[in-house]
């Protein structure tokens, strides 16, 4: 398997630090807002790249923060006149929402980075404690060019850096050593959230966060940190500065950065009114069509969104949905069980689509070419399922189907939706059952119900109903 790593510059062989397990980190979004549809391309990307591993036989520690202390979650808190708490939890619980509804597994661990000020407060500690920070006024900053390899990430040069007064701090530049030093803990400004420090009552920087988050939940060394493109500076760049300088040891193996998504050929802003939240686009289109869309360009490519593309994603997802479903009433008619001689051939045709897709997932998780094998399969079982074939046929083309689909996080087995009459019908037929005293066909039609997602209650009113 090879990957693309952000810090080579090239594609490298995957090679885990321990033997059949991935530790994986993935940053998540500051929590003050619905989020868009931007948030959501790392999210269904990794989520992607997090299942082709276990697919494989890995076992995938996964670990995504959310960003719970932040100046926009303040801004909207002092907005609305209620707690900072009150904005993440809000939040959180929403971007849950878009997550299930994109069906992206929930992490191993999310963590929340008020949940773990104790161990950056610690780590901060130890940078002072070696010579890689320094307090000044209450401010801790890190000491950028004491960190040698600071830049191999992003590969930019400090003094370039420099020359064009780039700064990687938002204030107190005249306290700073150095202009490029950059902030690990703040003190409090009235009004705002804080924790006590040895250096100030205040709260810590954006990047010490994470470098905490993935040290306390991976361990000091990581086999990929991964996110989008705009976090490799100065975010994931002073992640490493932090985290090696503290640990002593290379932070993470490899480095994924997903491209921009775009609408409609322009940059997305609020200026140009090309915002789109997933919330938003949940009132047009099934998530499950924004999943397949996100998937149908390879992760490292610009992406552009637009009507027409989601309208062509929803159509080539309906595709497979309706090549599922025929194989799911073919199999269950069927007349012959025994795979015959000529099918054994069919199936190793269809295998050869499986192994491409395999292939492509291999090749730096190019999902847009898996898709692809996922399309000549279903078109291979369109034409070689007829009524003649027999049910082993068509459950191994179904079964190879289910897999792939499942890997990119796609729901392609659609629930048949039972309507009110019908639930009436097997009440009615239940209870003239019981009547008979045929207690096994009752439970049977209940079990059935339930399966379906229908609870009946016994009441004194008759039988009641409702969906689970």
Same mark, same amino acid.
């Given at each position: 398997?090879? =990957?693309?790593?952000?810090?080579?510059? *090239?594609?490298?062989?995957? /090679?885990?630090?321990?033997?059949?397990? &991935?530790?994986?980190? &993935?940053?998540?979004?500051?929590?003050?807002?619905? /989020?868009?549809? $931007?948030?959501?391309?790392?999210?269904?990307?990794?989520?992607?790249?997090?299942?082709?591993?276990?697919?494989k036989g890995y076992e995938v520690n996964y670990v995504s923060n959310f960003t719970d202390v932040d100046d926009k979650i303040i801004r909207k808190a002092n907005e609305e006149g209620v707690s900072c708490d009150e904005i993440s939890e809000r939040y959180i619980a929403e971007c849950k929402k878009d997550m299930e509804g994109m069906n992206i597994k929930p992490a191993t661990k999310h963590p929340r980075a008020t949940e773990e000020i104790g161990g950056m407060l610690s780590m901060i500690g130890n940078l002072i404690d070696k010579g890689y920070a320094y307090e000044k006024n209450g401010t801790v900053y890190y000491r950028t060019r004491k960190f040698l390899e600071y830049g191999k990430l992003?590969?930019?040069?400090? !003094? !370039?850096?420099?020359?064009?007064?780039?700064?990687?701090? @938002?204030?107190?530049?005249?306290?700073?050593?150095?202009?490029? !030093?950059?902030?690990?803990?703040?003190?409090?400004?009235? $009004?705002?959230?804080?924790?006590?420090?040895?250096?100030?009552d205040g709260r810590p920087g954006w990047h010490i966060e994470c470098s905490e988050m993935s040290k306390k939940y991976l361990g000091e060394e990581i086999d990929i940190h991964a996110g989008g493109e705009d976090l490799v500076f100065p975010h994931h760049e002073n992640e490493i500065a932090q985290s090696e300088a503290a640990n002593g040891k290379t932070f993470a193996r490899y480095w994924m950065h997903n491209a921009f998504l775009n609408i409609d050929n322009r940059k997305m802003s609020k200026s140009l009114g090309n915002f789109r939240t997933v919330r938003e686009i949940s009132r047009q289109y099934d998530l499950q069509v924004l999943r397949f869309f996100m998937l149908n360009a390879h992760y490292r490519s610009p992406l552009n969104f637009s009507a027409d593309l989601m309208e062509a994603s929803g159509n080539g997802l309906e595709r497979i949905k309706n090549a599922v479903s025929n194989l799911e009433f073919s199999a269950k008619h069927a007349k012959k069980e025994g795979l015959t001689e000529e099918e054994g051939k069919l199936l190793e045709t269809a295998r050869g689509y499986s192994a491409g897709f395999e292939a492509a997932m291999e090749d730096d998780f190019n999902t847009a070419d898996a898709i692809a094998s996922v399309f000549e399969l279903v078109k291979h079982a369109n034409t070689t399922v007829t009524e003649d074939s027999t049910a082993s046929?068509?459950?191994? =083309?179904?079964?190879?189907?289910?897999?792939?689909?499942? @890997?990119?996080?796609?729901? @392609?087995? *659609?629930?048949?939706? /039972?309507?009110?009459e019908e639930i009436e019908a097997l009440i009615e037929e239940r209870? *003239?059952?019981?009547?008979?005293?045929?207690?096994?066909?009752?439970?049977? =039609?209940?079990?059935?119900?339930?399966?379906?997602?229908?609870?009946?209650? !016994?009441?004194?009113? $008759?039988?009641?109903?409702k969906k689970a």
């Open positions: 398997m090879k =990957i693309y790593n952000t810090l080579s510059k *090239q594609k490298e062989e995957f /090679i885990p630090l321990e033997e059949g397990k &991935v530790k994986m980190y &993935v940053c998540g979004p500051t929590v003050y807002n619905f /989020i868009h549809i $931007g948030n959501a391309r790392p999210m269904i990307v990794f989520d992607t790249v997090r299942r082709y591993f276990e697919y992003s590969h930019k040069n400090l !003094d !370039d850096l420099r020359s064009g007064e780039r700064s990687l701090l @938002v204030s107190g530049q005249d306290e700073k050593e150095d202009t490029l !030093d950059f902030v690990l803990w703040k003190p409090k400004k009235e $009004g705002e959230p804080f924790w006590t420090s040895p250096w100030s046929y068509i459950r191994e =083309i179904l079964e190879q189907i289910l897999k792939l689909t499942d @890997v990119l996080g796609l729901i @392609v087995v *659609q629930e048949e939706e /039972i309507l009110a209870q *003239q059952a019981r009547k008979n005293r045929d207690f096994a066909k009752a439970d049977g =039609i209940r079990d059935q119900l339930l399966e379906k997602g229908i609870i009946l209650e !016994d009441t004194r009113e $008759g039988v009641k109903w």
